[in-house]
């Protein structure tokens, strides 16, 4: 019998979403939570029957094969190079830094250590985001050249704890004026194009709804890729309005625009399915192109609620059993996180195009 990965969570809150997928995955066991709120942190290990507690993170390592690191932004790279260093296997929630200088050390700390790392950013594997992959790599969208991501979340109530003390969203997330928070849109987007993002150009409406914070309410960041395709992103936390995620994809044989929400439908036109210019369902194409694991999904799976959240891990897991590299290692990491790094200087430059460094190439 082979033996589990032991696998510690830090950041009770936030890491409560992984406690189902590693209990479905029959190779890991969650044996240790740890949380500087020792509140949190019992009503985390009391509910979920994990066996052992910890406000230490350095003492948590040392108990554990894996660590999911899901506290606040800004502990994320000195977390996981901590964890790398112990030959810690490590996911981290999003975004994987907040400086760009944190992003040279996270990636010479993946490379030097005998564990494996990635950035656990759950819309690339939303359903329809997984579709629109597949049929992008069956071609048939032709040469994708336009694609949107937009990530619309008022989060005003979440910048003070009921104290009325600022909390790490008021510095990192809003504190900063450039296009944070932005992997969530521009993730799934990057996969369909398959290449990365060369340069971007950043600029904002101003501030209008909360002038206490530096980040303009709406900021929208254009992105270059490699072979001359174009990328739009939209990300706005402060503005007074519904919430809304948006992706959009334009290549020479189709075109992919999902729901603005309001209950309408993910609509998709393939020149190599119709006679005309007409709107269809994305869903009248699932049977055909969804893949196979997703129609199916393995035993393991079929309890686990969101299957999304499933292969998230499981990938992950995969890629440690086989010695492979993560589907989103740390240099995919780097391609969804840098641009909205430096997007800063942009937005700072009245929209001049800055470019954004390759982490491959980083020695």
Request: some cysteine.
């Amino acid at each position: 019998m082979v033996d589990k990965l032991k696998v510690g969570i830090v950041g009770a809150h936030r890491g409560s979403s992984y406690f189902q997928p590693f209990n479905a995955i029959a190779v890991t066991d969650v044996v240790a939570v740890c949380d500087i709120n020792e509140t949190t942190l019992k009503h985390t290990a009391e509910r979920f029957n994990v066996p052992q507690q910890f406000t230490d993170y350095t003492e948590m390592l040392d108990v554990v094969d894996l660590v999911v690191i899901a506290t606040p932004e800004n502990l994320h790279v000195p977390q996981s190079i901590e964890a790398l260093d112990a030959g810690k296997h490590v996911i981290s929630e999003v975004t994987a830094a907040v400086k760009l200088g944190e992003c040279y050390d996270l990636v010479r700390a993946v490379r030097k250590s005998t564990a494996k790392y990635t950035m656990a950013e759950n819309t690339c594997y939303s359903k329809h985001n997984v579709l629109i992959r597949n049929m992008v790599e069956k071609g048939l969208f032709g040469e994708v050249y336009f694609g949107e991501g937009e990530y619309l979340h008022n989060i005003k109530s979440l910048h003070h704890d009921a104290e009325g003390n600022p909390t790490w969203r008021y510095y990192w997330q809003v504190g900063i004026n450039r296009c944070n928070y932005a992997t969530h849109s521009l993730g799934p987007v990057l996969q369909w194009f398959g290449e990365r993002v060369v340069s971007v150009c950043c600029l904002g409406t101003g501030v209008h709804t909360d002038p206490e914070h530096a980040m303009e309410d709406t900021v929208m960041m254009l992105c270059k890729t490699e072979n001359g395709g174009l990328i739009k992103i939209r990300i706005d936390m402060l503005s007074n309005r519904p919430a809304n995620s948006y992706f959009s994809l334009q290549g020479t044989k189709g075109s992919y625009e999902s729901s603005r929400g309001f209950g309408a439908q993910p609509k998709i036109w393939l020149r190599d399915y119709e006679s005309g210019e007409v709107w269809k369902p994305l869903s009248d194409y699932e049977a055909e192109f969804l893949p196979e694991r997703w129609k199916n999904p393995p035993v393991e799976a079929q309890n686990v609620g969101d299957l999304g959240e499933y292969f998230k891990v499981r990938d992950f897991i995969d890629s440690i059993l086989t010695d492979t590299s993560p589907p989103i290692d740390v240099y995919t990491t780097m391609d969804f996180t840098v641009p909205g790094l430096v997007s800063e200087q942009s937005i700072a430059n009245g929209g001049a195009p800055v470019e954004v460094p390759d982490f491959r190439k980083v020695e």
